[in-house]
């Protein structure tokens, strides 16, 4: 039962362009939502995060938006770095406080 | 700070045998969390440990078990090891009860079951 969905798992952009990730939920309790970024070898790191009282987070370059009635939420990168080339996890916090993640989709930013 | 480390970072074991990961928390932080990444998915909870007591479990089998101790660190270990097993295995440490659920990630063990 895979409760967080990331339904792409690559996505090619060119440098300076925006890149956008999207990531679906089925459990209307999540409340916490996250973004990680991971490099080969390396452990995930912490990106941005929202809560559910929110629709929109912003973090220099990063921006998160919730829309909770259609349990979607996409993370936008502005402008895209070669640097940003990673995997990207979304992930959400449950009722137990664990986090649970997406399969993650994977991102190449072109110079 | 130090960050969170665990070991070994690569390691090969055979079907059937027996593996002991092992996690050293983030200074400050109580709470640790393993997780198993298998290729091409996304890190899948295996369980959490609070006041050296487990603290939630994900669909993990009974072979899947784990301490933590005093000073926070933990160990993951996994018996009858089987070809499924071949994974990397994260670990987090956080801080219980902190609103922005501030998890650390060590980088990740990874285990080969041949």
């Known amino acids: 039962d895979q409760q967080v969905k990331q339904n792409s798992p690559s996505l090619s952009v060119q440098e300076g362009r925006i890149s956008i990730l999207n990531c679906d939920y089925t459990?209307?309790?999540?409340?916490?939502f996250l973004w990680y970024k991971k490099y080969p070898a390396e452990g995930p790191t912490f990106l941005i995060s929202?809560?559910?009282?929110?629709d929109k987070n912003e973090d220099g370059r990063f921006t998160v938006f919730l829309n909770k009635s259609a349990k979607h939420l996409s993370l936008h990168i502005v402008p895209s770095q070669p640097g940003d080339s990673a995997v990207y996890f979304c992930?959400?916090?449950?009722?137990?406080?664990?986090?649970?993640f997406g399969q993650g989709t994977e991102l190449s930013v072109k110079p | 700070e130090t960050g969170v480390t665990q070991s070994p970072t690569h390691l090969i074991k055979t079907r059937g045998q027996q593996v002991t990961l092992r996690c050293s928390s983030q200074?400050?932080?109580?709470?640790v969390s393993w997780y198993q990444q298998a290729l091409g998915q996304g890190p899948q909870f295996i369980f959490q440990?609070?006041?050296?007591?487990?603290?939630g479990r994900g669909n993990f089998p009974p072979r899947f078990s784990g301490l933590q101790f005093p000073n926070y660190s933990s160990e993951l270990n996994v018996n009858a090891l089987e070809l499924d097993d071949s994974a990397l295995y994260l670990c987090?440490?956080?801080?219980?009860?902190?609103?922005?659920?501030?998890?650390?990630f060590g980088s990740g063990t990874r285990l080969t079951v041949v």
């Open positions: 200074s400050g932080h109580n709470t």
């Open positions: 929202i809560s559910s009282i929110k």
């Open positions: 459990n209307s309790m999540f409340d916490y």
């Open positions: 992930a959400a916090i449950n009722q137990g406080g664990k986090l649970i």
């Open positions: 987090a440490s956080s801080i219980r009860g902190r609103g922005n659920y501030g998890y650390t």
């Open positions: 440990y609070y006041r050296e007591e487990e603290n």
